[in-house]
């Protein structure tokens, strides 16, 4: 299934995935931000479940404000989980 999750309160504007039946994810994209970082997350979050991107990235701050892109991530994380549950219901 592909997610795409729109942003808020960081430098990128968006992120899109595949997640599948298991909860795997794959091609984690960030539209905008800051690139080799982005690229760097996605890289390393490829192929892992949406729990474990879930559970490392949730509540990260990026300076001052109050959500990060690692973040954001994680709370489309939670919302494609959700949405799996529901698909699966």
């Not at 430098?11 to 995935?17: A, E, G, I």
Request: net charge positive; proline share 1%; hydrophobic share 35%.
């Amino acid at each position: 299934m592909k997610i795409e999750r729109r942003n808020s309160g960081t430098c990128s504007r968006s992120v899109s995935f595949n997640i599948d039946e298991k909860h795997i994810v794959t091609n984690i994209s960030f539209e905008g931000g800051c690139n080799g970082n982005l690229k760097g997350i996605a890289a390393l979050c490829e192929g892992r479940t949406a729990e474990d991107i879930l559970n490392r990235c949730n509540g990260i701050k990026c300076g001052f404000k109050n959500t990060s892109c690692p973040d954001q991530l994680a709370k489309a994380m939670e919302e494609a989980i959700a949405k799996l549950q529901t698909v699966n219901a």
